[in-house]
């Protein structure tokens, strides 16, 4: 099974960027499509983007589409989400996480594996 890393997030202000990454170990990470979601306090897990296995395909939700960037490196086991224009509602802790069987699934219980969330804060 794979293990997954984020890493990337901190403190920004409003209009700025973050590069968020996603580290697999223990696994052939081409085997899984990526996933990224967030949740902010007292709300629930959201999707945020997804990438297929290859990297060919990716998705987006309607919220970062145009602001937020997803891709992978199946050499380097990594995927990474870039997100500019950020917003003070994008604060949240954000995750990534691995699907054996779907590409660009929205629903977070059909993801096996996720990473520990890194915190993404956007405040002036």
């Known amino acids: 099974q794979v293990q997954l890393v984020d890493s990337g997030g901190g403190l920004v202000q409003p209009g700025g960027s973050l590069r968020l990454s996603c580290t697999a170990s223990?696994?052939?990470?081409?085997?899984?499509?990526i996933g990224w979601f967030r949740q902010a306090p007292g709300k629930d897990r959201e999707f945020v983007a997804a990438?297929?296995?290859?990297?060919?395909?990716?998705y987006y939700a309607d919220s970062v589409k145009g602001r937020f960037t997803v891709s992978r490196d199946n050499v380097k086991n990594t995927a990474t989400l870039q997100m500019n224009k950020l917003r003070p509602e994008d604060t949240a802790v954000y995750y990534c996480?691995?699907?054996?069987?779907?590409?660009?699934?929205?629903?977070?219980?059909?993801?096996?594996?996720w990473g520990q969330g890194t915190q993404v804060t956007v405040s002036s």
């Open positions: 990438v297929s296995w290859g990297g060919a395909d990716t």
């Open positions: 223990g696994g052939t990470f081409s085997n899984y499509a």
């Open positions: 996480a691995a699907d054996r069987y779907y590409s660009g699934s929205f629903a977070a219980h059909t993801y096996q594996f």
